[in-house]
């Protein structure tokens, strides 16, 4: 292993605590949010006023067209990104125009991703990979180091732990973001595309990893997805469109009621019937 550079990677300083959580306040929620780029002298208004409010241990599928604006509404959720105008607030504090140490470790400590493009560090290995948040976050390395194993094993890698990203096939290396997105036992899960180059057995497996953490740790849960597989396994689901969500089929303050009111199945209809 390359133990220095790691441990490099780890020097961030002593990050300053998060504020006490707003205790009524929902996990997440995003107002208002707009996203203008400017590019070749135009404006791109990719978020439109997008609004939603996703409470503690949901699961929630974000679908849309591509270039609909789901990776900038992510990213901006994400913290990775700063929204044109609106805000996103995380137990009820505004997280959105956070910056510096306090952002980095609020992030560390809370949020994991699966990108769409995994972004591995192409000089460590898998289990490196996936232990580096955790060095980040001041984990003692031991933990981090078995924390990281068992993730690698659940997500099918045992047998691929030395191995770094160019040794690994595109469906490897997405598996191994995964399990560097859990390492840290993230409140906060997104996801985007999280299996979308995987073949649909593994792809299974890792949704099944994901129903278990929300199962066993409560993990709020936000992926973005082409695959109508998992989106239809997914409690509720936003749908955007033109950068605002034109459907919410569930959560605190739905949008648009849903098209298909998911009441439950009633008994035939017996013509007989009587009082
Ligand atoms: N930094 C940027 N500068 C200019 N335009 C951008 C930038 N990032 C994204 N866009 C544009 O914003 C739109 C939304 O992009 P985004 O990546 O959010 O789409 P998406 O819904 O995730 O699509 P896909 O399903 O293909 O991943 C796209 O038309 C894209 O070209
Ligand atoms: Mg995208």
Known sequence: MTERTIE??????????????ASRAPLLQVRDLR??????????????????????????????????????LLHIVGTLDAPSQGCVEFDGRDVSRMDGRSLAAFRNRTIGFVFQFHHLLPEFNALENVMLPAIIGRMPRSEARS???????????????????????????????????????????????????????????IHELFFALNRLHGTTMIVVTHDDRLASKLPRRLEI???????????????????????????????????
Do not use: C, W, Y
């Open 147 to 205: 924390k990281a194993e068992r993730l690698l094993l659940e997500v099918g890698l045992g047998e691929r732990m030395t191995h770094r990203p160019s040794e690994l096939s595109g469906g490897e290396q997405q598996r191994v973001a995964i399990a560097r997105a859990l390492v840290m036992e993230p409140r906060l899960l997104l996801a985007d595309e999280p299996t979308g180059n995987i073949d649909s057995q593994t792809a299974a497996g």
């Open 241 to 275: 469109r033109d950068g605002q969500i034109v459907q919410d089929t569930g959560g605190t303050l739905p949008v648009v009621a849903p098209s298909v009111p998911e009441a439950p199945a009633p008994a035939p209809a017996t013509p007989s019937a009587g009082a």
């Open 8 to 21: 490099g990677a780890g020097a961030t300083g002593g990050a300053p605590a998060e504020p006490a959580a």
């Open 35 to 72: 996203k203008v780029f400017v590019h070749g002298g135009k404006q791109l208004h990719v978020l439109r006023g997008v609004d939603f409010v996703i409470d503690r241990a949901e699961m929630v599928a974000i679908v849309g067209a591509s270039g609909a604006g789901k990776s900038t």
